[in-house]
């Protein structure tokens, strides 16, 4: 049992299962391979489920993971090997040692969290191709990351909806 | 309480500590970053990568078809209608010039024997449909739907209806990546139509084109016609590339600067064509020589290249 460490909520959620979180990047990923050609604002799927399961669960999820999903979506998106894994590692440990911070305000604070986190994610992919001689994308690029965090709403409730479910239903349980 | 040689056992097994694990992997990616940037050595490794991911990326692209040919379906008889009168005076309109190319040709042909000169290589081609532009925002490519299974290979260039789009970059299984003559990274050797100026064009950042490195004195002016010199072996000599949109010649500096329009619908989906290898570059240099003898004259006191 793990109790929701906010100053609103007291509510206690069922421990996540791994294979949810797995899936749930998986998820993320092929929703990330969905072409949408040069359409600004679309937001990236991964960056942001791996920030939830980081800021949510630290232990958990590991940055081999974050490295594997990186270099997956290296391949899939064509960039430079190595792009997505160094943004996205460095994404995993700020959100993880942030974690404790970040859970303990309000959501409107958590998205405004995960902003920044998100803009310096893709602030160090920018660094990384400029250095190896691409082209600036042009400021709408950094759209993607405002999306993202307005999708913190929906995501929190989706990711976490298998752990408010109770383990035998009981409609008496004052919990 | 620490014992002389011995830390108390830990509680939990965690493994190590998360900065040594950060450091390690990060360690770890900008090693592939370096050889990837600098070496170019994991492409077998993408390759492999990539095959793997094919049929989930085919996946992926089914919303997206989906909602195509919906809006295909539901696009208007009428514009359809116009495209189809369009495209019937187009035809009628190239027909003078198809008509007579193949007598062109056998003329050409007979000609060259006449003249003793190296017959010209006949080009294989392979019609293509771009599925989408890649994710990478950072540059200028598209996906095209035949890859090494159907004899793609890397460095084949790639035109549609109006010009040269680009050039085949990276070739998977059963799809491959074209960087378009609109990266920054691409460079096209051309000729100006009008004087034979030779030169090379790049992308620019915003869909245009540039010519770099041109005296600012050089013989070129807005609406000339750039075609391929094909002095670099990929290319076929003649093939339209972009007309010069506006020249600033500005005495501050010693080059123009010359911002160019692509020919092609860079940037558009549609279906190309991708042009076979072209052989023995040694042979189409020694054959460009014999060919553009006025162009070479005139070269003397232009730049070149």
Partial sequence: MNIQPTHSSRRILLPVRQWFILFSLAVAFFLDLVPFGNAIGVPDWVALVLAFWSVREPLRLGMGTAFVIGLMMDVASGSVMGQHPLAYLLLSYAAGGLSRRILWFPLVQQALHILLLLLATQLVMVITRLLGGADFPGWGYFLGSFSGALLWFPLTFVLLLPQYQPLEKDENRPI | ?305
């Fill in chain 2, 1 to 305: 309480m620490p014992v002389v040689g011995h830390q108390p056992p830990p509680f939990f097994k965690r493994g190590p500590a998360p900065l040594a694990r950060l450091v390690f992997f990060v360690v770890l990616s900008l090693a592939l970053l370096v050889l990837d940037l600098k070496y170019r050595t994991l492409e077998l490794a993408r390759q492999g990568v990539a095959t793997v991911l094919y049929p989930l990326q085919r996946a992926a692209y089914a919303p997206v078809d989906l909602y195509e040919q919906l809006d295909g379906y539901f696009s208007s008889l009428s514009a359809v209608q116009q495209e189809n009168v369009l495209l019937k005076r187009k035809e009628v309109e190239s027909a003078k010039w198809l008509l007579r190319q193949e007598h062109l040709e056998l003329e050409n042909q007979r000609l060259r024997q006449l003249l003793d000169m190296k017959a010209r290589q006949p080009v294989s081609s392979t019609l293509a449909d771009i599925i989408h532009a890649a994710r990478d925002p950072f540059s200028r490519r598209v996906i095209v739907d035949k890859g090494s299974q159907q004899g793609i290979v890397a460095g084949q260039a790639v035109v549609d209806e109006a010009g040269v789009l680009g050039q085949v970059t990276r070739v998977y299984p059963m799809q491959s990546e074209v960087t378009l003559v609109t990266d920054k990274n691409q460079a096209v050797p051309v000729q100006v139509v009008r004087n034979g100026l030779r030169t090379v064009l790049f992308g620019a950042s915003d869909g245009q084109l540039e010519l770099r490195f041109l005296a600012a004195n050089a013989d070129i002016r807005p609406d000339d016609q750039l075609v391929t010199s094909g002095l670099d072996g990929v290319y076929l000599p003649g093939l339209p590339v972009a007309k010069v949109l506006r020249v600033d010649r500005d005495a501050a500096y010693s080059f123009a600067r010359i911002v160019c329009e692509p020919a092609a619908g860079v940037e558009k989906h549609g279906q190309v064509l991708l042009l076979g290898l072209r052989e023995a570059l040694q042979q189409q240099v020694e054959e460009s020589g014999t060919r553009d003898k006025p162009a070479k004259a005139k070269r003397g006191r232009k730049r070149d290249e």
